[in-house]
């Protein structure tokens, strides 16, 4: 079955209130040619709104979203630029209370898709345990081990309604390569409704994947997708994109600004079908 399909019928798979999980990791191998028209979209048609971003890290590609407006809730045990300095968008609007901040751990986010992934409604964990962690997430409850007797956290399911992941290279099936930098996006792949591979590279065929057919809806040729992250070996981080957006960006009226300049300096490259 060939599953590619064209970045402007990706970005159609968000739909308004829905959960959006983007892969990679860090400032590596970011989904931002989606992002780039998933922003489009929103300007045009202003929608898809009111997201909830979950991301193991999120960086830049994420900071766009939020400061673009189609964020509501974070999900993430991490949101910033490394050496480069801290989110603005995030920090602006966390700060200002305008976005709902849920807390996370990379435990919590690790054992809450493994509990999906394995089909039940939570998966239990000493992290937490002995810290003010769970005043603050009244969702997450405890559990007591019927074996030993041990208290432990019960960290609830989580589900995306749409994963998309960056791949240095994947097939028309949906088998994907994705280096070995991998994050959670193995198992981000089976812990969302519809996943989407964009890819550097499409081929008919591959021979070893790390992403596989079964848990793979769609397939989007995105060369240069990850940039200005990284995409090894394909392409090495460009820092000094990163540190323009950190030195320019502080506000809403700053990020309007460059907004226009990011859309048109990173434009997709490659067919739009």
Not at 50 to 71: H, K, Q, R, Y
Not at 82 to 101: D, K, Q, R, S, W
């Amino acid at each position: 079955m060939n599953k590619q399909i064209s970045i402007q019928e990706a970005v159609e798979e968000v739909t308004s209130g829905s959960t959006l999980a983007l892969g990679g990791m860090t400032l590596y191998r970011r989904p931002m040619a989606f992002v780039h028209a998933l922003l489009e979209r929103y300007l045009q048609k202003n929608q898809p709104a009111d997201l909830t971003l979950l991301a193991f890290t999120a960086s830049l590609e994420s900071d766009l979203l939020v400061g673009a407006g189609l964020i509501s809730k974070v999900r993430s045990c991490y949101f910033g630029m490394e050496i480069f300095g801290l989110a603005p968008m995030f920090t602006y609007y966390a700060n200002h209370g305008e976005i709902e901040v849920i807390e996370e751990t990379e435990a919590s986010l690790a054992l809450g898709i493994r509990a999906d992934i394995a089909g039940i409604g939570f998966m239990p964990g000493r992290a937490w345990i002995g810290t003010d962690l769970p005043k603050l997430r009244p969702d997450v409850r405890t559990v007591i081990d019927p074996y030993s007797g041990e208290e432990l956290i019960a960290f609830p399911a989580i589900r995306a309604d749409v994963g998309v992941i960056h791949a240095l290279k994947a097939d028309l099936h949906g088998n994907a390569l994705i280096g070995n930098n991998k994050g959670i996006d193995e198992e981000l792949s089976g812990a969302s409704d519809f996943t989407i591979i964009t890819a550097e590279q499409i081929v008919p065929e591959l021979t070893e994947a790390n992403l596989i057919s079964p848990y793979v809806d769609a397939v989007v040729l995105a060369p240069k997708g990850a940039l200005p992250s990284s995409c090894h070996p394909h392409y090495p981080l460009d820092g000094e994109a990163f540190l323009t957006y950190t030195e320019q960006v502080s506000d809403p009226k700053s990020f309007k600004i460059y907004l226009q300049t990011y859309l048109s300096k990173y434009r997709p490259v490659g067919p739009s079908n």
